[in-house]
């Protein structure tokens, strides 16, 4: 659902209610996010300055931390086009913490830390 929410440009910022923690730490390269507020500027400033994007994953893999919690480690190579049709591209390592209640539709991320393993760079 993250990865919906953020690749497209018209998202409803009131969706990342569904699944984010009460709170949180997000580490982006962009800077700390730690309410939900700093996440809709996020998602209305650095998130939404691309006209497309879409990222694929590689490398996934998660562990149990007990109590329906779990660290997931995935890298993400990112492909945007900028609204002038620039197109441009990064890879990340992210490392999220998510807590998982089976009685809602879907798990919580309490935490992403970002390292830039390529950095943001046009490719034309």
Do not use: C
Not at 58 to 79: I, K, P, R
């Amino acid at each position: 659902r993250w990865l919906e929410l953020v690749e497209t440009p018209d998202r409803d910022t009131e969706d990342f209610k569904q699944i984010i923690a009460d709170e949180i730490y997000f580490d982006f390269s962009s800077g700390a996010i730690k309410t939900f507020a700093d996440l809709v500027t996020w998602s209305n400033g650095p998130a939404s300055t691309v006209a497309y994007s879409k990222h694929d994953l590689s490398d996934f893999s998660f562990e149990s931390l007990g109590d329906n919690q779990y660290a997931l480690n995935v890298t993400m190579d990112w492909h945007g086009l900028r609204p002038d049709g620039k197109r441009m591209t990064a890879k990340t390592r992210h490392g999220w913490t998510v807590t998982d209640n089976p009685s809602e539709t879907f798990a919580r991320i309490k935490t992403i830390k970002v390292g830039i393993v390529e950095p943001f760079k046009m490719i034309d």
